[in-house]
């Protein structure tokens, strides 16, 4: 009996100190910065914000939020801080998401319209497979995420940190290899 209590009161622990993990809904990036998704706080759990999708994830027992389609119910998300989350799917490697900036103002029937946004990202990406400036494209993909989904103060503070890795890594460093994303008056300021 003593030892089913202390089982009792350590599930009732792990649930609660999981639960006071708040994350700040925004704009979150994958540690490799290929895929970025806004994770919005709501009533049922968390809204997860994809460039053509809307998924809702609930809280399960465990602390994690399961998503809610029966389909699709072994992926998970974990809040390790108030700024990252890890996503996965049972038995497979996890992902590290983190914060990127504010959640941007979206009607959600209007999530489609992030498509022609996010092929500048698939451009860069697509470049970043077989090329020799594998990773300037890799950098110009992530901007065009966070640039799509985020704000436009979030993407220059965000862009500050890309410019000044490529202006690192390519040959002319007066002309930006990705002006369709980074301006030309947003990559001579840094």
């Known amino acids: ?40 706080i709501v009533p049922e759990g968390l809204q997860i914000i994809e460039p053509t999708k809307v998924n809702l994830y609930k809280l399960g027992s465990n602390g994690w939020y399961w998503h809610s389609d ?15 989350l890890r996503t996965g799917k049972e038995g497979a490697v996890e992902s590290v998401f983190s914060w990127a900036g504010s959640l941007k103002e979206i009607n959600l029937d209007d999530v489609e319209l992030n498509k022609d946004c996010m092929m500048l990202a698939e451009k860069y990406q697509a470049l970043a497979i077989d ?19 985020g704000s436009e103060e979030d993407f220059e503070n965000y862009a500050e940190s890309i410019i000044i890795s490529l202006k690192q890594i390519v040959v002319n460093k007066d002309k930006c290899p990705c002006e369709d994303v980074i301006s030309a008056v947003l ?3 840094y």
């Open 1 to 40: 009996m003593k030892s089913l209590i202390i089982c009792l009161l350590m599930m009732f622990f792990n649930v609660n100190v999981f639960s006071q993990v708040r994350l700040d809904p925004g704009t979150y990036t994958s540690s490799d910065g290929y895929y970025s998704i806004q994770v919005a």
């Open 70 to 84: 029966q389909k699709y119910s072994q992926y998970y998300i974990k809040i390790v801080n108030s700024k990252e």
């Open 131 to 149: 090329d020799v400036d594998t990773q300037a494209w890799t950098f110009c993909a992530a901007a065009a995420v966070v640039k799509c989904m």
């Open 187 to 189: 990559w001579k300021k």
